[in-house]
Every structure is written in structure tokens, then in C-alpha cells.
């Protein structure tokens, strides 16, 4: 089955810049997606399309692809960015939806 | 303002079945897949499956394929996931999501989650 990997933990200390990866094969063809989630809350959406940013979230939060690696990265990292983060995409169909595995964002 | 509310919290014996709800609110509820989510406790997200209420056109993922049941009631605007036999295993923190309809698939609105703790 299709798999996503992402780092298990990431850590930085406050203003630095924070990088997120996301590897998988159908990434050139699939858009790619990632979520923040903290503690006992539900995750929310802070890219979309690979690169897009929804309203309301921080212009510091960027995603880029280089062939089948998409990159989360936080610029000037705050104390609010720990969490976890996920990637989400789908197989290279686009029928079957994945979720890397998560990356713990530690703010030092 | 677009709500999706989950059942409560459920607490079940290894066998017993399970029901859990979805209540969806503030858009039409026929025109959005809604997916189900679980995370294990002190685990990662894992897709489970998704239904099209406005044509109940369900796609599973292999991994959960004949272990639930995804279902909807159009009439009261609820999607369903159900359990015939509940094991330890199942123990989890369930979430429905509602699929973007544009500008990518991706989900823009979660329940606030269910907790099913399967324990004898």
C-alpha cells in the first residue's frame, strides 16, 4: 500500500526555521496537504495544494514540492507552532486517501 | 457556520458492537464526502474510509475493508461508522471530516472527535 514518510520529530528553537518533509512517489501527480494538531484537539489544515496557504493562517507556515518531496517549512518558528504535523495525500489513482505518519515539532 | 458534531464518548466490551455519529450542519449535506479519521492513542492519523451521502458511494481503505461500516442518513444529515464486533484494538479517538470541494481535496472541517475505548 502507498505510504508517506515524514521524520518522526523536528526541533528548533524560537525564530529559527523549522523544515517538514514528506516523501512519496504519487506526490509529482497528487497534491499534497498538512495539518497541524496539538494536544486533545482536532488537527486543522495549514497548506493546501502543496503550497497554498487558507486564510487565517500565519504567512510564516510556506509548502513547496521538489519531485516527490513535499516541504513544510515554518519561518521565525513561535512557541505556538509545537505540535504535530501531518502530510495528506492520496495514491496515485486518487482514490485512496494516506497521512504520513507525523512529525513532532519541538520549540526549544 | 459549518459544524460537524460527534457522538459522545463510548466505553464497550471485546465483541460488543458500536454505532458512532456524525451530525453535520450549515451546508447542504449531500454535496461534500465525508471521511473517517482514527488515531490510536499516542499514534498517527489513519484514513479509514470515505461516503458520498448524495449518491452513498463509499470507498473504504483496504486496511479497515470489512473490519466497519460507513453509512448516512440523508434525512437527518448524519454519517455513521459502525463496528459488528469490537476488539482492544479498536480503542481510539475517531474523527469525521468534510472533504473541500475545490481548490483541493483536502479536509476543512473536522469533529470535534469520538473516544472508544474497548476494555473488558
Known amino acids: 500500500s502507498y505510504e508517506l514518510t515524514q521524520p518522526p520529530s523536528v526541533s528548533v528553537s524560537p525564530g529559527q526555521t523549522a523544515r517538514i518533509t514528506c516523501s512519496g512517489n504519487?506526490?509529482?501527480?497528487?497534491?499534497a496537504y498538512w495539518y497541524q494538531q496539538k494536544p486533545g484537539q482536532a488537527p486543522f489544515v495549514v497548506i493546501y495544494?502543496?503550497?497554498e496557504r487558507p486564510s487565517g493562517i500565519p504567512e510564516r507556515f510556506s509548502g513547496s514540492i521538489s519531485g516527490t518531496t513535499v516541504t513544510l517549512t515554518i519561518s521565525g518558528v513561535q512557541a505556538e507552532d509545537e505540535g504535530d504535523y501531518y502530510c495528506?495525500?492520496?495514491?496515485?489513482?486518487?482514490?485512496?486517501?494516506?497521512f504520513g505518519g507525523g512529525t513532532k515539532l519541538t520549540v526549544l | 457556520e459549518v459544524q460537524l458534531v460527534q457522538s459522545g464518548s463510548e466505553v464497550k466490551k471485546p465483541g460488543e458492537s458500536l454505532k458512532i455519529s456524525c451530525k453535520i450542519s450549515?451546508?447542504?449535506?449531500?454535496?461534500?464526502?465525508i471521511a473517517w479519521v482514527r488515531q490510536m492513542p499516542g499514534k498517527g492519523l489513519e484514513w479509514m474510509g470515505i461516503i458520498y451521502p448524495g449518491e452513498s458511494d463509499i470507498i473504504y481503505s483496504p486496511s479497515f475493508q470489512g473490519q466497519v461500516t460507513i453509512s448516512a442518513d440523508n434525512s437527518i444529515s448524519t454519517a455513521y461508522l459502525r463496528w459488528r464486533s469490537l476488539k482492544a484494538s479498536d480503542t481510539a479517538m475517531y474523527y469525521c471530516?468534510?472533504?473541500?470541494?475545490?481548490?483541493?481535496?483536502?479536509?476543512?472541517?473536522w469533529g470535534q472527535g469520538t473516544l472508544v475505548t474497548v476494555s473488558s
Open positions: 495544494n502543496d503550497s
Open positions: 495528506h495525500s492520496t495514491d496515485s489513482t486518487g482514490t485512496y486517501w494516506v
Open positions: 504519487a506526490l509529482p501527480k497528487q497534491y
Open positions: 450549515g451546508y447542504s449535506f449531500t454535496n461534500y464526502w
Open positions: 471530516a468534510r472533504r473541500h470541494e475545490s481548490s483541493g481535496y483536502y479536509v476543512d472541517y
